[in-house]
């Protein structure tokens, strides 16, 4: 059992001392490691482009809207393609033909 404790007693002096330090580095490169991931996770995830397409009335007619397309997103957005498909209920199917034609022409 004294040898034990005499080990240890060689243990507390220069090699006790120099390990506590490199463990510490090796705790700290890890955790470095780790928020840095985050970080970059992050990062990422409020960098997007975020497209969002609007109704809003026209200043020069009531009858009318615009379509308004904005980014809303903190990245650019490239490409962006927009496909309307217009559906109407109407009940009436001439004036239904009465409005297709009189707003298509």
């Not at 498909?85 to 034609?101: G, K, M, P, T, W």
Request: glycine share 2%; hydrophobic share 50%; net charge negative.
């Amino acid at each position: 059992m004294t040898e034990v404790f005499e080990a240890i007693s060689d243990l507390n002096g220069q090699t006790l001392s120099s390990s506590v330090p490199a463990l510490a580095t090796i705790v700290l490169a890890i955790l470095t490691w780790v928020l840095a991931r985050a970080t970059k996770a992050m990062a990422n995830a409020t960098s997007q482009a975020q497209i969002v397409a609007s109704l809003e009335p026209n200043s020069w007619s009531i009858n009318h809207f615009d379509i308004v397309v904005e980014n809303a997103g903190t990245a650019p957005a490239y490409d962006v393609e927009m496909h309307l498909i217009l559906q109407c209920l109407l009940v009436d199917h001439e004036r239904a033909n009465h409005f297709l034609s009189r707003t298509l022409a």
